[in-house]
């Protein structure tokens, strides 16, 4: 069953469609199921958040919940940033999420996946970089607040990689998403990216299979025609490396299903 658990709608400022045009294209991919993870954002100097899921949002969730055959779930896509945890798990226990989803964007405040920003890389040193990106994952991972981890290898999106083997950071990363239940989310959004590759990469997914750490599918749709893109290619990703199963969440409850 295709399962896409990132979606962004227009609540999220950088994404296009109503939860009815996303419902609507769901529907018509025959996906089995989809949860709303908008942006939820951290001021990197003060730690104001940006919170797109106000009073009107959560009733117009509840009311397309009511009325859609369509399963759906209610989630958020949040920033991790190691100062503001608390103020993260603050933000969490306010709603009633299906599921969390956590994401690192940001080393310091240098935010990675900006095209404005992508000369950064050429600054640094990429093996040290991906030390640093996925000392974060990890933090992530150790907080126990978030039931999956979005674009695990994001890092990659504009194809700098390490010139010698990286393998070990890679299964420190597996080592922790198993220890503390973190989902690895496999994110067809890396097809369209400069990377062309989804994330994980193959050479991860693997590492990840062996740690035996779930999966969850994501499009990370930011407009109604991407959601559930790619999943065809996702799915047979998942298969090569010996997934059968991927999880579905209620109430921060975690199920599994045949993909």
Known sequence: M???????????LDAKGSMEEYVKNAKQKKLGEIGFSEHVKFNNINGQPFIPIKSTYLQNFLNLKAKTELPVKLGAEVDFI????????GFIRKYPFDYVIGAVHFID????????QICEYSKRDILKTYEEYFSLVKKLCESRLFDSLAHPDLIKIFGFKPKTDFSHILIEAAEA?????????????????????????EQ????????????????????????????????????????????????????????
Not at 82 to 89: T, W
């Open 82 to 89: 190691p100062r503001f945890v608390q103020k993260i798990e």
């Open 177 to 201: 998403m198993a220890k503390f239940n973190v989902c690895a989310e496999i994110n067809t959004s890396g097809l369209r990216r400069p990377c062309h590759e989804i994330y994980p990469s």
């Open 2 to 12: 295709f399962v896409d658990y990132h979606i962004h709608t227009e609540a999220s």
């Open 109 to 116: 405040n240098w935010s990675v996946d900006s095209p404005s």
């Open 204 to 259: 991860f997914l693997k590492i990840l299979h062996n740690h035996n750490v779930p999966i969850v599918f994501g499009s990370d749709a930011h407009e109604p025609k991407d959601v559930g893109r790619n999943f065809t290619e996702a799915k047979k990703l998942a298969e090569k490396v010996g997934y059968t199963q991927v999880c579905v969440f209620e109430r921060r409850e975690r199920d599994f299903v045949k993909i």
